[in-house]
């Protein structure tokens, strides 16, 4: 049996509100995105990984991996190279 508190129930409906949020907000901004439904949208953004280096002179850079259309199509849009 698992027993939540009342304050971790209102969490996880806020954070699923916020979810559908962001992919509602998707599926606005990009037109390709229209017809895909949110669990491969879902997959699609687990599958992302990013690494962040951290080289000698403390800048990091960051390196992308994973990439499938609808990530590539998200970064792009959005100025990431």
Do not use: C, P
Request: positive net charge.
């Amino acid at each position: 049996m698992r027993v939540w508190t009342d304050a971790s129930i209102y969490g996880a409906v806020i954070i699923g509100f916020i979810a559908q949020l962001f992919i509602s907000l998707m599926r606005y901004e990009f037109d390709e995105l229209k017809s895909k439904s949110t669990k491969f949208m879902k997959n699609s953004l687990l599958n992302l990984t990013v690494t962040v280096d951290y080289m000698k002179n403390k800048v990091k850079r960051y390196i992308y991996a994973n990439f499938d259309a609808i990530n590539t199509l998200i970064l792009r849009q959005k100025g990431m190279k």
